[in-house]
């Protein structure tokens, strides 16, 4: 693969008169040391497929294409679908997808075009990086990996511990599903434009099971929402003024059951008391 250029993105978007949509999140990377680390952290192999989300102009794609078997790539700007054709040519294992990621069906789009189980390995567009991680965790049955480069703060609500001001319900989802790591942190320099914040690169890889059991998912995220939705509150009081409607005296007797304090906020509880308490509670 012939080395990206720094001047990269500026020369293709010259190249075919394109200017970069702030409203898509287009940041794109024009350094080959950011790229090479992102997907070295992907471990790709030959027979894999990997998918990668908003490809943007192509420039990790190739990287991708080197290592992977076959690289899926959905890209929401139109405009940049018959661009990356052109620039990706060399490729015959790349194929562009466009849509709107947060409603793909990524298992199904690797059905058509690769094998399973796959692997995402994206620079995100950081405007909808929250929900379209929820997305991937909660649709993407046969993922198995994910490489993401989110905002900075993403990336450390997705790797908290219980009792830090980043722990939240997307921490629980991430860890109910994943063992999570921060891998390094990306300066605004190596994007064209610069974002106004840091990045980092979180390495997500799924678990066979769930890391703790609960008896019923729907009912253990609801809690976990309603918890976090009010934090400043006690989880109890969180609990029985939300939608839930929960009653307050069971939820304390169960907390104090599992040694925990009545009044406890939810920003304590680990994943494992949350799927405790959630176990015991009557919906
Ligand atoms: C941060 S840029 C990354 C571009 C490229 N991967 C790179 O690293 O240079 C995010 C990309 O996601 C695309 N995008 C934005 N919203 C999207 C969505 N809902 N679905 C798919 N792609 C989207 C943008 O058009 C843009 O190309």
């Known amino acids: 693969m012939k080395s990206i250029s720094p001047n990269y993105a500026k020369e293709v978007m010259a190249r075919y008169g394109l200017s970069t949509k702030k409203h898509l999140g287009q940041n794109f990377l024009i350094d080959n040391n950011t790229i090479k680390k992102i997907v070295s952290v992907g471990d790709l192999k030959e027979d894999e497929t990997v998918v990668e989300i908003g490809p943007g102009l192509g420039a990790m794609t190739g990287y991708l294409a080197e290592q992977a078997g076959q690289v899926v790539c959905v890209e929401l700007d139109r405009e940049l679908v018959p661009v990356l054709n052109e620039v990706l040519a060399e490729f015959e294992n790349v194929t562009i997808v466009q849509g709107d990621a947060l409603k793909t069906d990524f298992d199904r789009l690797v059905q058509d075009f690769g094998t399973v189980p796959y692997k995402v390995v994206a620079n995100l567009p950081y405007y909808i990086s929250t929900p379209l991680v929820m997305h991937l965790l909660t649709t993407g049955f046969d993922v198995k990996k994910l490489v993401l480069m989110v905002q900075k703060e993403v990336a450390q609500r997705m790797a908290a511990q219980p009792g830090t001001p980043e722990y939240g319900s997307l921490t629980v989802a991430v860890q109910y599903f994943c063992d999570c790591k921060v891998k390094f942190i990306v300066p605004p320099t190596v994007f064209v434009p610069k974002p106004a914040v840091e990045s980092a690169v979180v390495e997500l890889n799924l678990q066979p099971q769930p890391t703790v059991e609960v008896a019923d998912r729907e009912f253990f995220f609801q809690v976990v929402r309603a918890a976090f939705n009010k934090r400043r509150k006690t989880l109890s009081n969180a609990l029985a003024n939300s939608p839930l409607k929960l009653d307050k005296t069971d939820v304390q007797d169960i907390l104090v059951g599992m ?16 799927a405790a308490l959630t176990n015991q509670l009557e919906r």
């Open 259 to 274: 040694g925990l304090d009545n009044q406890v906020r939810g920003e304590r509880l680990s994943i494992h008391q949350f």
